[in-house]
């Protein structure tokens, strides 16, 4: 079998409880470490983030950490470290992930199985969940991959996924790189655009040999809000169903007031639809144990999204990893 140069570029900043996981799982990797190159940007944490990854990989020299202290072409965040690690990959592919992700063996196999001659392929992310808010977030993002899943399939792009993406060296330099894609509180996305408007092919991949691990967030509204807010500012086709989901919870209450029979009605069929595709869904991924929740989850989507535009609209600065934009 024919083995392509990888590098895997991550950007880390004040991840000490997370990064160990992401190391451990990164030297899991089937993929031959000769041809593997891992660039981890410290982004100047405060915590002991960048000791954890200088003791592990003194015995594993593929891995490499470059301390980040300098912005280029203006840019900010995640963002500045990816366009610094860029300039020093040397694969023929990049993988991106994030520092508070697992990823499993052989994800570097099966994302380049998947190509299908594409310069940007996305993957699929469990949320871990111990309760019915974890297990709601875990299944919101398997309808959102769904959905992306089948778009891609119609050839309508979706959005990039930068903790599990990946991208033809060739086509992020054709892009002019993060120097020319410019500033974004959603760089994943400005990325995964940027290549398909240079004409390079994009794909989804929806199977469980893919899929990355991820902990639930621990603020949820910064990171809502920090989705909205790039979506809305990007104008990404996604954020249409997502502003529709939010302003439905209001609707159906007023209508209540008409008639509880509509509102119910409308929650049932939901309900009933969210059932027979999560079925489908859970069964490709291997996580039927996440069935059971469908009902919470159903009534979650109406507060919870409404919650978020209320959190979007709120005017509160945009904080993530502890900065301001």
Same mark, same amino acid.
């Given at each position: 079998?024919?083995?392509?140069?990888?590098?895997?570029?991550?950007?880390? =900043?004040?991840? $000490?409880?997370? @990064?160990?996981?992401?190391?451990?799982?990164?030297?899991?990797?089937?993929?031959?470490?000769?041809?593997?190159?891992?660039?981890?940007?410290?982004?100047?944490? +405060?915590?002991?983030?960048?000791?954890?990854?200088?003791?592990?990989?003194?015995?594993?020299?593929?891995?490499?950490?470059?301390?980040?202290?300098?912005?280029?072409?203006?840019?900010?965040?995640? /963002?500045?470290?990816?366009?610094?690690?860029?300039?020093?990959?040397?694969? *023929?592919?990049?993988?991106?992930?994030?520092?508070?992700?697992?990823?499993?063996? !052989?994800? %570097?196999? *099966?994302?380049?199985?998947?190509?299908?001659?594409?310069?940007?392929?996305?993957? &699929?992310?469990?949320?871990?969940? #111990?309760?019915?808010?974890?297990?709601?977030?875990? %299944? $919101?993002?398997?309808?959102?991959?769904?959905?992306?899943? !089948?778009?891609?399939?119609?050839?309508?792009?979706?959005?990039?996924?930068?903790?599990?993406?990946?991208?033809?060296?060739?086509?992020? =330099?054709?892009?002019?790189?993060? $120097?020319?894609?410019?500033?974004?509180?959603? $760089?994943?996305?400005?990325?995964?655009?940027?290549?398909?408007?240079?004409?390079?092919?994009?794909?989804?991949?929806?199977?469980?040999?893919?899929?990355?691990?991820?902990?639930?967030?621990?603020?949820?509204?910064?990171? !809502?809000? =920090?989705?909205? /807010?790039?979506? &809305?500012?990007? =104008?990404?086709?996604? &954020?249409?169903?997502?502003?529709?989901?939010?302003?439905?919870?209001?609707?159906?209450? &007023?209508?209540?007031?008409? +008639?509880?029979? %509509?509102?119910?009605? @409308?929650?049932?069929?939901?309900?009933?639809?969210?059932?027979?595709?999560?079925?489908? @869904?859970?069964?490709?991924?291997?996580? #039927? /144990?996440?069935?059971?929740?469908?009902?919470?989850?159903?009534?979650?989507?109406?507060?919870?999204?409404?919650?978020?535009?209320?959190?979007?609209?709120?005017?509160?600065?945009?904080?993530?990893?502890?900065?301001?934009?």
């Amino acid at each position: 079998m024919f083995y392509p140069s990888v590098s895997i570029l991550i950007a880390a =900043r004040n991840e $000490e409880n997370n @990064i160990f996981d992401l190391l451990r799982s990164l030297n899991q990797l089937t993929y031959p470490k000769d041809k593997l190159q891992i660039l981890i940007g410290n982004d100047a944490s +405060s915590d002991k983030t960048a000791a954890i990854i200088q003791d592990f990989v003194v015995e594993n020299p593929y891995i490499q950490l470059i301390n980040i202290e300098e912005k280029v072409a203006e840019l900010q965040g995640k /963002s500045n470290v990816l366009a610094q690690l860029a300039h020093l990959a040397k694969g *023929e592919y990049f993988f991106f992930t994030d520092a508070d992700i697992e990823v499993p063996k !052989r994800w %570097i196999e *099966e994302m380049l199985d998947a190509t299908k001659d594409a310069g940007v392929v996305v993957g &699929i992310t469990l949320v871990k969940n #111990k309760n019915w808010f974890e297990a709601c977030q875990a %299944i $919101e993002w398997f309808f959102a991959l769904y959905l992306m899943k !089948r778009m891609t399939e119609f050839k309508i792009p979706s959005t990039g996924m930068g903790n599990n993406m990946m991208v033809l060296a060739e086509a992020y =330099r054709a892009t002019g790189g993060y $120097e020319k894609i410019g500033f974004s509180i959603v $760089e994943d996305y400005a990325l995964y655009k940027a290549v398909i408007d240079c004409k390079y092919g994009f794909y989804q991949v929806f199977k469980p040999s893919v899929m990355t691990v991820t902990k639930p967030p621990e603020n949820y509204f910064e990171q !809502r809000k =920090r989705w909205v /807010s790039g979506g &809305i500012s990007t =104008r990404s086709i996604l &954020i249409i169903p997502a502003l529709i989901q939010g302003f439905l919870l209001p609707i159906l209450l &007023i209508i209540s007031f008409y +008639s509880w029979k %509509i509102p119910l009605s @409308i929650f049932m069929i939901n309900l009933i639809a969210n059932l027979f595709l999560g079925n489908q @869904i859970f069964k490709v991924l291997e996580q #039927k /144990s996440l069935l059971k929740y469908i009902p919470a989850y159903t009534l979650y989507m109406y507060v919870f999204w409404f919650l978020q535009l209320i959190a979007y609209i709120l005017p509160t600065k945009l904080v993530w990893k502890g900065r301001y934009y």
